[in-house]
T-cell receptor
């Protein structure tokens, strides 16, 4: 079990550039989640997938954010035309579907800094 | 409306003492799960303990126990015999079930500092 893997771990970009983050979940997990976390705050829900279907997207997400999970395996989160307010840690997590249990397994996160 | 509330931004506890971290939640869903996570300064989120809404007994995992008071909608985390390595941010989270949405909502966290 290799755990949830995220890359890149750190990304520094200039305002206006596009960035893409990748998440590889635990192989047997069919649910995949993206969260954003700013300093001193809890993780903020962005979106989640069950297999390849994107089932929910936060209303806080602007149209500049898009996520995909082709074939129900890895997922990408793209931010277009980045703004300084996008600077945050982007966390990916996965879980097994079924019931109300099932803890989230988190990756180490991708830290974005927009200059 | 905020569904998870953690009212203690920071807490101190003496090593080897017990500490309670507060969490209240709000949901109209009869079926839900409550979770606690630890986030050390290194950043990774570590799952600690889970309580289901239908569980009759409070959950325990080693030195961690969850004081579940359903009528009060509270799910406090109790850490017994605190260790220096327990110093971290602690987040309470909830996942609703029956409503069909399976997203996990997190509180704002409590920073725990264990004193030697």
């Amino acid at each position: 079990d290799t755990g949830v893997s995220q890359n890149p771990r750190h990304k520094i970009t200039k305002r206006g550039q596009n960035v893409t983050f990748r998440c590889d979940p635990i192989s047997e997990h069919n649910r995949l989640y993206w969260y954003r976390q700013t300093l001193g705050q809890g993780p903020e829900f962005l979106t989640y997938f069950q297999n390849e279907a994107q089932l929910e997207k936060s209303r806080l997400l602007s149209d500049r954010f898009s996520a995909e999970r082709p074939k129900g395996s890895f997922s990408t989160l793209e931010i277009q035309r980045t703004e300084q307010g996008d600077s945050a840690m982007y966390l990916c997590a996965s879980s097994l579907a079924g019931g109300i249990g099932g803890e989230l397994f988190f990756g180490e996160g991708s830290r974005l800094t927009v200059l | 409306a905020q569904k998870i509330t953690q009212t203690q931004p920071g807490m101190f506890v003496q090593e080897k003492e017990a500490v309670t971290l507060d969490c209240t939640y709000d949901t109209s869903d009869p079926s839900y799960g409550l979770f606690w996570y630890k986030q050390p300064s290194s950043g990774e989120m570590i799952f600690l303990i889970y309580q289901g809404s239908y569980d009759q007994q409070n959950a325990t995992e080693g030195r961690y126990s969850l004081n579940f008071q359903k009528a009060r909608k509270s799910a406090n985390l109790v850490i017994s015999a605190s260790q220096l390595g327990d110093s971290a941010m602690y987040f309470c989270a909830m996942r609703e079930g029956v409503s069909g949405t399976y997203k996990y909502i997190f509180g704002t966290g409590t920073r725990l500092k264990v004193l030697a």
